[in-house]
């Protein structure tokens, strides 16, 4: 199948702003997603957003959705070292959800 | 709730050997999932099972893998006999299918290493 784009590997200091970004290929998603993986750990579900929206905002995080571009952010404001972690993307055109590889964010004190 | 449950967590076999990954979803979830995950290729869903129905095994690698769901609260992965190309993390997923805004719950892994 087609695949969900990340970059894989995003560094940033204590205290900035980490973006991560998402190219995604299925039009028809109804939902797209932002899981976090620690080590060792199951992925969990940090935010969605509805593909009707441009923008969702969740305490730290905001969720950018360009549906012409199929493109979907995530931002974490002011990044903390327990951020530290793998970030998926994942869409959900059918039954399943399909992900990208994931992004490695270090967050360095 | 105690979420998503597999064991075991880790897992070490040798080659030829028959593995059994077990998962018992959250309860009254009717959606279940398992995935494997390698460096190499990320997450890739292996099989979806809907109400203990196999819907989709498309992603199952070959005859070796298969996949069982006897009732809603257990399903079972088994790999006959293994390889050492299957060692990866191997994640079980439950979702209820109306709630697709909640995404999946998704248990801790079984890392089987294959010698």
């Known amino acids: 199948g087609e695949d969900v784009e990340q970059s894989l590997f995003l560094s940033v200091r204590e205290g900035d702003s980490s973006v991560i970004n998402c190219t995604y290929t299925?039009?028809?998603?109804?939902?797209l997603y932002w899981y976090k993986q620690e080590p060792g750990a199951g992925l969990q579900l940090l935010t969605y957003i509805f593909s009707n929206m441009d923008m969702k905002q969740d305490q730290r995080l905001t969720v950018l959705l360009n549906k012409k571009d199929k493109h979907l952010s995530l931002r974490i404001a002011d990044t903390q070292t327990g951020d530290s972690a793998i970030y998926f993307c994942a869409e959900s055109g059918g039954y399943a959800l399909n992900f990208g590889k994931g992004t490695s964010l270090l967050v360095t004190p | 709730d105690a979420g998503v449950i597999q064991s075991p967590r880790h897992e070490v076999t040798e080659m030829g050997q028959e593995v059994t990954l077990r998962c018992k979803p959250i309860s009254g979830h009717n959606s279940l999932f398992w995935y494997r995950q390698t460096m190499m290729r990320g997450l890739e869903l292996l099989i979806y099972f809907n109400n203990n129905v196999p819907i989709d095994d498309s992603g199952m690698p070959e005859d070796r893998f298969s996949a069982k769901m006897p009732n809603a609260s257990f399903s079972t992965l088994k790999i006959q006999p293994s390889e050492p190309r299957d060692s990866a993390v191997y994640f079980c997923?439950?979702?209820?299918?109306?709630?697709?805004?909640?995404?999946?719950?998704f248990g801790s892994g079984t890392r089987l290493t294959v010698v």
């Open positions: 299925d039009s028809s998603s109804t939902y």
């Open positions: 997923a439950s979702s209820l299918a109306q709630g697709a805004e909640y995404g999946y719950t």
